[in-house]
């Protein structure tokens, strides 16, 4: 009796949930539409005065259902993003900045690359690909650069960084026409190359995505393009990027990997390290998941995110970058800081630490601050 009670009530529960997931796909297509709209009259495509119009509006709706306006504003920041999401793509779509263009990807096989490949299609260029080895069926697949005419606008390096010093000394041999463009996380290996390839009369640019290859919105996130000594190249990689939401931050190469080693470098250390007690620990990983508190559980999933990264570019990230012994330096000292202060019982000196590190964080924006 009971167990068909149940039945009958998970029925109606899924026929809701398919009203809702009609009800999503309906908005979508209205966000379909608005993203015309703002393509027709060269309007952005993210509006945060709106978001928060709509955010306001559903945490009233929400109280008004007795809804816990918290949970609904959840859901709703997920669908904004999916909006943004199918916008994002329908302007890239629209931009048509690759027609009758060529890009070559070296390295294109690599997820990177294949992130740049997709990107690149979007925006209808005709993409060729250089790597060790073709993935199955592939057309574009070019075996050997030396046997084909380097007449592609773009050449983007999508290489580990030891092997992107080789292939911009190859270039300087091979003299392409196009943009020469490398993606690498960590700059200095490669300034002489660079430097030495511009000088040879080439046109290089250098930048640096600030997002994994799994990402699929760039609102929110960074590209940073360092000048090589020509401007238009420049100019033109910034142009790649123009139909997304993406930050274009540019900076100095000198600036480059000291800034990196705290943005990539530090927050690698830290996960590794935390995964790496945790792994060493002698505790069953499943236990201490059981137990998990908010924080805990919010540091796990970064650190298995970490953890699921490709460990040859991540020791290259912090092998290769010169300032990479300041931030162990630094860590090592705020360890045995922190050591000293529990061991002399300095509890205000602990909470002076705190209380300094939330006032340097509060300077970051939210999103929902956002005017
Ligand atoms: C749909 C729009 O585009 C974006 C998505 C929004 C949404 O999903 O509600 C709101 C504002 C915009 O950032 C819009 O501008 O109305």
């Known amino acids: 009796m009971k167990n068909q009670k149940l039945s009958q009530l998970r029925q109606q529960l899924d026929d809701i949930d398919e009203q809702i997931i009609a009800l999503i796909a309906e908005r979508q297509f209205n966000v379909e539409q608005i993203g015309n709209v703002k393509l027709d009259t060269k309007s952005p495509t993210r509006d945060y005065g709106r978001e928060k119009q709509v955010i306001n509006h559903i945490r009233e709706v929400a109280e008004q259902k007795k809804l816990n306006p918290n949970i609904a504003q959840k859901i709703f920041e997920l669908i904004i993003e999916t909006s943004l999401s199918k916008q994002e793509v329908q302007k890239v779509k629209n931009s048509g900045y690759g027609h009758n263009k060529k890009a070559l990807i070296i390295g294109g096989n690599g997820k990177m690359g294949q992130w740049f490949a997709h990107f690149l299609q979007e925006q209808n260029f005709t993409v060729e690909i250089n790597d060790l080895a073709p993935l199955p069926d592939q057309d574009n697949f070019i075996a050997d650069i030396t046997r084909i005419e380097l007449n592609h606008d773009f050449i983007i390096l999508a290489t580990p960084i030891q092997k992107s010093v080789e292939v911009l000394n190859q270039l300087q041999q091979l003299k392409p026409n196009g943009i020469i463009m490398d993606i690498s996380s960590i700059k200095t290996p490669l300034r002489r190359p660079l430097r030495s390839l511009h000088d040879s009369g080439c046109r290089v640019v250098s930048i640096h995505p600030m997002f994994g290859p799994d990402s699929q919105l760039l609102s929110n996130k960074h590209v940073i393009f360092i000048h090589m000594g ?30 990196i080693s705290y943005v990539l470098g530090l927050s690698h250390l830290l996960n590794i390290i935390f995964m790496t007690v945790l792994a060493e620990s002698g505790e069953a990983a499943d236990l201490l998941a059981n137990l998990s508190s908010t924080t805990f559980d919010a540091q796990w999933r970064i650190a298995a995110n970490v953890t699921h990264e490709n460990p040859d570019l991540y020791y290259e990230i912090q092998k290769l970058n010169q300032y990479s012994p300041t931030i162990i330096n630094a860590l090592d000292d705020t360890i045995n800081r922190l050591k000293s202060i529990l061991h002399n019982n300095h509890q205000q000196a602990f909470v002076h630490l705190m209380h300094q590190a939330r006032e340097y964080l509060t300077i970051r924006e939210q999103p929902y601050l956002k005017k």
């Open 230 to 259: 020509d401007d238009a190249a420049l100019q033109s990689a910034k142009q790649l990027f123009q139909p997304t939401m993406v930050e274009r931050v540019e900076m100095q190469f000198e600036d480059h990997d000291r800034l």
